[in-house]
């Protein structure tokens, strides 16, 4: 970090100082003390030499400072304004190095200093070295601006560690972050590894999570996963090459509360079979958040689990044939058994019991379309700000096959399920079973005709929900209402 602000501070003075300016330049650096921690908001001496030729070259020039470093440990200063020990600033050739800065500190404020680092000056402001370079130029170039772009096509060699900026944080989620950099520079050797780092505590490391990014110099994007709901990250961009890692500005994000609230006076509601269902507030409406699972109506009649498919009798079928995904993912049921002898509604609410508990519905057609148009309507629930796209802000963040498309359900599932609905791809059944983790599909309380019904259902590969009809005897899963 120390090596890239130094880097970036003197690249921006010598292109501003052309003409004059004075003869110091800034420098920066963290301090922590003998068990590594960081020193903040506390006085400390500094000692600073100018060394020749190498790391342990003749001192040509020593000064010292009083400083108070800041809340983060870090210490401003300008060499060549400190306290002089020996030499002379102001004589130092600085087109005749190469120079290294060698610091020490005490952090008791004294005299009592220990080496904290030296390492080689990247650059010096023009000013400082331009009286041995008024001549320098070739031909006709008298300004000596010959010899300041020759000094300025040195500075990559000079760049040991690579230079890596942290540039933004987006798509802050419960759970997840999305983080762009920048690689600037390889630095004096290759990058062999470079990405975000992250952690509830400042100047986070590759010791903290990371991830390990792909390509090449330039810009990058990271997803960031695993978060806990409502808590604040710090994030750095790093890269690392065989002289070691430099890390960029850190930023700062808090994660958003877990997705969804429950309904009021109703957190969860539990069927005839004992099963407890979350809800969630979505709008005006409270529905479940999870698929049902009753195997008996609210009157205690049980509903077979089907072997085939009828329009007539009722009929459960297990999503894709196993038993074992019920508890996650619900029966799927079919028209027959969702409405229990009622008719169709297209009222909103609709009215129709149906195999619901007490005190909730089926809804209807109108009252899924309430629903997706209240989620389409809220900017934070659409995605690449479409209100079509609203799929993810409604689907579960697991279970979903994987897809590259923009806005997919399936695209970085992570970030799903804003809404808390937490719709589940348990497929459907007609006759044989299709689409587990691939389709979500829910049945309405309305019919298209006297073989068809309305649903909703959600794609692993698109962004939308899609309102369509299916035949009466297929099976789908189920959500209620709240009457």
């Known amino acids: 970090m120390k090596k890239l602000f130094t880097f970036l501070m003197i690249m921006a003075f010598a292109v501003a100082a052309m003409a004059q300016a004075p003869e ?6 963290v301090v922590r003390d003998a068990s590594g921690n960081l020193v903040c908001n506390g006085q400390v001496g500094v000692r600073v030499s100018i060394l020749k030729n190498s790391a342990n070259g003749v001192s040509v020039y020593c000064e010292t400072h009083q400083l108070t470093t800041n809340a983060n440990g870090l210490l401003t200063m300008e060499i060549g304004g400190g306290n002089v020990v020996g030499g002379v600033f102001s004589t130092i050739d600085w087109g005749n190095g190469p120079y290294f800065v060698k610091t020490e500190t005490d952090v008791t404020g004294g005299s009592n200093y220990t080496l904290i680092g030296t390492q080689q000056l990247l650059s010096v402001p023009y000013a400082l070295y331009a009286k041995y370079a008024e001549n320098g130029g070739s031909g006709s170039d008298t300004t000596g601006m010959g010899s300041v772009l020759a000094r300025l096509a040195q500075l990559e060699q000079y760049v040991l560690c690579p230079l890596v900026n942290t540039l933004n944080v987006g798509s802050v989620y419960s759970q997840s972050a999305v983080v762009t950099g920048e690689v600037l520079s390889h630095g004096a050797s290759q990058v062999t590894a470079y990405g975000v780092c992250w952690s509830i505590s400042q100047n986070p490391t590759i010791n903290s999570n990371h991830t390990t990014e792909t390509g090449g110099l330039g810009n990058f994007t990271a997803t960031i996963t ?3 709901p409502n808590t604040t990250y710090y994030v750095r961009a790093y890269a690392t090459n065989s002289q070691g890692t430099a890390y960029g500005y850190e930023l700062s994000f808090t994660t958003v509360n877990s997705p969804g609230q429950p309904c009021s006076g109703a957190a969860t509601v539990t069927d005839i079979d004992n099963n407890t269902y979350n809800t969630v507030q979505i709008g005006n409406q409270c529905w479940m958040k999870e698929n049902l699972r009753t195997t008996r109506y609210a009157n205690g009649t049980s509903i ?29 049921y079919n028209w027959p058994a969702v409405m229990h002898g009622a008719s169709s509604s297209s009222s909103n609410p609709s009215g129709v019991q149906g195999i619901c508990p007490n005190g909730w519905h089926v809804p209807s057609d109108a009252e899924w379309t309430q629903l997706t148009d209240y989620v389409g309507s809220q900017t934070q629930y659409q995605c690449n700000n479409s ?9 579960s963040t697991t279970g979903w096959n994987s897809s590259s498309n923009t806005c997919a359900v399936g695209n970085n599932p992570i970030s799903n399920n804003a809404t808390g609905f937490s719709a589940l791809p348990a497929g459907f ?21 006297d073989y068809f019904a309305y649903f909703r259902d959600l794609f692993y590969d698109n962004a939308n929900v899609f309102r369509s ?11 209620c209402v709240r009457d």
Do not use: C, M, W
Not at 306 to 314: E, F, L
């Open 469 to 479: 009809y299916f035949n009466k005897s297929y099976g789908f899963s189920v959500r």
């Open 226 to 228: 695993g978060l806990t």
């Open 387 to 395: 209100s079509d796209n609203i799929a993810k802000a409604l689907a």
């Open 304 to 332: 077979p689990l089907g072997t085939s498919t009828s329009t007539i009798t009722s009929y459960r079928y297990n999503p894709d044939n196993d038993a074992n995904n019920v508890p996650i993912y619900g029966y799927l």
């Open 24 to 29: 110091k330049f800034s420098y920066q650096a």
């Open 429 to 449: 059944h007609s006759g044989y079973y299709y689409g587990f983790g691939l389709y979500a599909a829910f049945l309405s309380a309305t019919e298209f005709d």
